[in-house]
Structure formats: C-alpha cells, structure tokens
C-alpha cells in the first residue's frame, strides 16, 4: 500500500498559498530527468514534488534524487521514496514498488521542507549520479570557505575549507594575479619581504572552470619592529649516531636567524628552526639552548634541552637480580643521589613519572624538595648520575604512577602519547625503560597497546617491569595479570608487592596465607608461575625494613628463604609449591632510601644469596 500522512493545518496553508512554483532544468532529449515543484508555499514551511521521467529509450530498474538543501532548510516528512541524510545533502531513492520505470513513464515522490520562501529551493540536483537536467554530471565547484591567512619569516601560511563538488584543485590569488595552483586546501606563498602586508582569495577549479572566489583573507610577514627577538621556544632534542638533532618553533617578530649553544660555547647558527649537532661520542649527554638574533642583537635563550647520543654499551640484566626504588622526593627515609645508590641494587626504579594534563602523557624532574634537601641536586646533575651507575653496570628506568599516581592510558590517543612521551624521557635521561606501577587501576589493552609502541621506537633491549599488588595478581583475568600475560614477549618481570595487603590465598586455594611469612610470598608467587608467567618473569617485592610499609615486612634472611623455595623446593614453609623454578628471577625492595635508612641490611643480605640460585 502506498500512502502519506500530512498535518490537516500544513495541506490547508498549502492550498492557501500562492501558484505552485517548479523550478526545472531544460529538457535534453533521449535522458532521464528529475524536475522539481513546490506545490505549495505557506512561509514557514512548503511542499515540494519531484517527477521522474524517463525518455532515455530504455527501462530503469531503480533511480536515486539527490540534492543540497540551502543552510538551515531541512526535510520532514516524505512519501513514496526513502530518505538519507549527510549534513545538507539529501538523498532520496525507490521504494520497492516505484524503482522500475519503463522508457517513456514516470513516477513522482515528495516531501514538506522548512521553512518556506523563494530560497528554498533545492540546488545541485543530480538522478542517478547526472544531472537532473539531463546534461552533464559535473558543474564548477562551490566557493571556498574560512580563507585564513598567517604571517611568517619572508612568508604567508594559507589554508582554506574545502568547496563543495567535484574540485580538481585550488588557485591562489592576490588581486587579479595568480599566485600558486595546489590540490589540497593549504598553501604557503613565499620569497615575500620583511614586513609587507598581502591579501589573497582562492577559487576552486575543474574541468567544467573554476568557481567563485573565497573571501579575502591578509596578514602580514615578520620583520615589522625594532628590538631584539623574543625566547625561543619548543625546544626538543634527540640523541643519534654520534649527533644530537635539534629542532624549535619558530619566532614571529624580526629575526635574522638562530645561534645554538652548549653552555656558552656557540655550537652553529642556522637560519631555519632545526640543527644537527655532529662530530660527538658515543654514549654522550649534551644540553643545548637556542637564541633567536637580528640586527638588534640576541634574545633570550630557549630552555635547555639534553639528549644522548647512541652507541651506549648494553650490559643484560643477571640471571637473578635485585631491583630497588629511588625516591625522588622527600619523606622519613634517607634522601640520597642516584650516584649514591649501591652497586648491589641491579636495576634502579626512579620513583615516580607522573601524569600531566594530557591523557597518558608522563612528565619527569627532580624534585624541588628532594633538590632543595640535597642541596641544590639538578636536572643535570641527575643525568650525570644516570651516565655514572651505567658504568657500573647498572640500569635505571623509570616508574610510573605510585600510589598517588593518576596516570590514565584508556584509549589509544592516549596509549600513543604514553610511549610518546616516555621515549622522549630515556632519550632525555638516559633511562633504559619503564615500571609500571599503576596502583589506582589501569587497561591491560591500552596500556599494552603503548608498551608495544614503546617497544617499536626503543628497540629490543627495552626493559618492561611491573608493580603490582597482591590483589591484582589472584587470577589471570584481572587487568594487571591480563596485561602481563598479553606482552610476555616483551616483558621482562613482574615483582608483585607482598605487603600492605592482609591476608591472600596461594594457588593450592587452601588457605588465606598471612602476609609477612614465607609461606604467602611463595604461595602468592606460585599463582604467577602455575598461570603462564615464566619463572624468569616473577621476582618478589618486599619492603626493605621498618618504615618502609604499614604492614608485611620480613626480614631479608626470610626472602631468601622464600628464594631458595620456589628454585628448589626445599627449605619451604608448610607450603611446597608443585614445582621447582630454578629461573626465579630475584628480588625487590621498597626501596633503596629505606634499605640505606636501616644500614643496607636487605641488600647486603639479598644480593649475595641470588649468586647462590641455580
């Protein structure tokens, strides 16, 4: 059955209103056409009718209208044609008993707009993908939209909306003069002098010619004042191949070029925003500033920015090693530099990276307290350090979150601007990778999705290490033990912290095993090593004495012990695991300040017995 519905009061505005309108393109012969009428026209609203007729000599089996309405013109209802809508452009196809229409017929649909009056209208008719008319399919494009226009260094940045229809490419104009032909909606007019203003317009172009001009658009190149140039700003450095590249934004105002420095020391002068240092070492940090110049004299100098150069030497991790945390702040502990952090600690986790206000994004610096306590410790000075217990063979990375950490990787912009940003922060300090240490929650898919990101831009000697708590680690569907299991191939080891949790079940699920004894950091560790972690994958995380945790310290002499258990299966508690795992990875603390606080007793105790590990 086919029928319409339209409100009593709009069909008597409508037979009130004046003679219908049509608006028809000519007639072509042997084609198929689609005229358009307004049937009725009351003001705020109006009818409109399209008839199809089909002189093309042969059958059609289906036909699609589609057209653009004028700017705030919009259909409501329809009859005998289904409607879909993109934006202003409205496309109106057969239903199934009106698609076929034999040469010479003809069918018609129709639908009420709003509002009425002599601009509404449909434009751009097309049937079937030609003209409506029965010509051509293509027309000159529409008019580009939002011309905008940005002085630079002897230059002017262009860019535009795109214009409506089929659009070859654009021209740029100033006045009558024709200033460049581009196919995207972007241009940069260059070559220009100091200081001078110009105004342009554009006008989109097709085989059919070209369309109406944007409105203009002007600006002015720099140059224009006196004075020195302003801070240069955005200044990025990256380590290389015996190089350090540099780059930075541009300054607006006068400005003749760019002076680059170490130290005091003038390392080149450029006059674009980026520079390579050459001619450096192997495994060296650098810390450069940039100063903008002119006629006038220098401005200020960037803020410094460091990077190292490539070709460190890569020592691997020992078969079982001890891990600590290093506070970069102040608390009860003893604060020290990361030069002062003992040669027993194999891995070093700079406590913490925190989150900055973009998703997923991880800032680092020392902190102004921790600084301020050991007298006046740096930036660079932290990087020195980094370099110094390198050459003793140890690594450093860099841990995220903490307990009052708040950083959020739930989507994959922000997994991007993870592994964005923490590879900046090893280039920058030298770290040789990333703890995750997320105790407010975390996606085991995003965040892997940036540990593999990560992975790709630092290469194979990455090091992944992992934080979790008790918690998160009972079963192999909770997102922290998801997480390690979906990058195992990566991941270099998971040291669980068996503290400040009560109570936990063991994977015999006998018994709440109390914290503080063996028996729960080996029965704890067994869930890991039974559920598809490597046993080179699972080391235990303890506090180092007093102070250290609210609850489950042990003394070191007992994590050796639990040690010694899971390598062999001797020497356990009431608990024995189902298997021995000689490939125990180690041990951790939190932390190394509060080892240091309580005489070095977990490391001086720990590190020897890993030596004695199969």
């Known amino acids: 059955m086919r029928f319409r519905v339209i409100a009593g009061s709009l069909v008597a505005a409508a037979a009130l209103a004046a003679a219908a309108t049509a608006v028809a393109l000519p007639a072509q012969a042997a084609s198929a056409t689609a005229t358009f009428v307004k049937v009725g026209d009351w003001g705020s609203g109006f009818e409109g009718k399209y008839t199809i007729k089909n002189d093309s000599g042969t059958a059609m089996s289906s036909w699609k209208v589609e057209f653009d309405l004028p700017a705030g013109v919009s259909v409501g209802s329809f009859w005998d044609a289904t409607l879909t809508k993109n934006g202003q452009h409205i496309t109106f196809s057969n239903v199934g008993w009106n698609g076929s229409v034999p040469s010479g017929s003809s069918v018609s649909f129709g639908f009420l707009g709003t509002p009425g009056g002599a601009n509404s209208v449909p434009l751009n008719c097309k049937l079937n993908g030609a003209d409506c008319g029965g010509g051509s399919t293509e027309t000159a494009p529409g008019k580009p939209g939002a011309l905008t226009a940005t002085g630079g260094r002897n230059g002017i940045a262009l860019s535009w909306s795109a214009a409506s229809g089929t659009v070859t490419g654009y021209k740029v104009y100033e006045g009558t003069t024709l200033r460049a032909t581009v196919t995207g909606t972007s241009a940069t007019i260059s070559g220009l002098g100091d200081c001078e203003s110009h105004t342009y317009t554009v006008a989109a172009y097709n085989a059919v010619g070209e369309g109406p001009k944007s409105d203009p658009a002007s600006a002015t190149t720099n140059n224009c004042g006196p004075g020195v140039p302003q801070k240069t700003g955005g200044l990025t450095a990256t380590g290389g191949a015996n190089s350090v590249a540099l780059s930075w934004n541009d300054v607006t105002g006068p400005i003749s070029g760019y002076k680059v420095y170490e130290g005091t020391t003038l390392k080149a002068t450029v006059t674009g925003t980026s520079a390579t240092i050459s001619g450096l070492g192997d495994c ?12 006038a004299g220098e401005g200020p100098k960037s803020d410094p920015a460091s990077a190292t150069t490539t070709g460190c ?81 140890q690594k450093v990375i860099l841990s995220v979150g903490g307990e009052k950490g708040r950083v959020q990787v739930s989507s994959s912009a922000a997994a991007t601007r993870f592994a964005d940003s923490v590879y900046a922060l090893m280039q920058n300090y030298g770290f040789d990778g990333v703890d995750i240490d997320l105790e407010n929650g975390l996606n085991a898919t995003y965040m892997g999705q940036a540990l593999r990101s990560l992975r790709a831009k630092a290469g194979s000697g990455l090091i992944i290490t992992m934080a979790p708590q008790t918690i998160d680690m009972q079963s192999p569907g909770a997102e922290y033990f998801k997480l390690a299991l979906n990058i195992k191939d990566i991941l270099t080891v998971v040291h669980t912290q068996y503290y400040n949790s009560g109570s936990m079940l063991g994977c015999d699920k006998m018994a709440a095993y109390s914290q503080g004894t063996v028996n729960f950091m080996t029965a704890l560790a067994c869930i890991q090593l039974e559920n598809g972690l490597r046993p080179d994958q699972v080391a235990l995380g303890l506090p180092a004495g007093p102070g250290a945790a609210g609850g489950g310290i042990v003394a070191p002499s007992m994590v050796n012990q639990a040690l010694t258990c899971l390598a062999t299966k001797t020497n356990c508690g009431s608990f024995v695991p189902p298997n021995a795992y000689p490939g125990i990875r180690g041990a951790m603390t939190w932390s190394i300040n509060w080892d240091a606080s309580n005489n070095w007793n977990f490391s001086k105790t720990v590190k020897p017995h890993l030596a004695t590990l199969p």
């Open 313 to 393: 030497t890569t020592t691997p991790l020992p078969k079982h090693f001890l891990t600590g945390y290093w506070h970069n702040f102040d608390n009860p502990a003893v604060e020290l530099k990361l030069a002062s952090v003992p040669k027993e600690y194999d891995l070093i986790a700079v406590s913490f990276g925190e989150a900055s206000s973009t998703a997923g994004e991880v800032v680092f610096g020392v902190d102004p307290g921790l600084s301020a306590s050991l007298g006046g410790y740096t930036d660079a000075q932290f990087k020195a350090d980094v370099q110094t217990v390198h050459s003793r063979g």
């Open 284 to 295: 060296e940090p650098h810390t450069y500033t940039v100063a903008a110049y002119n006629p």
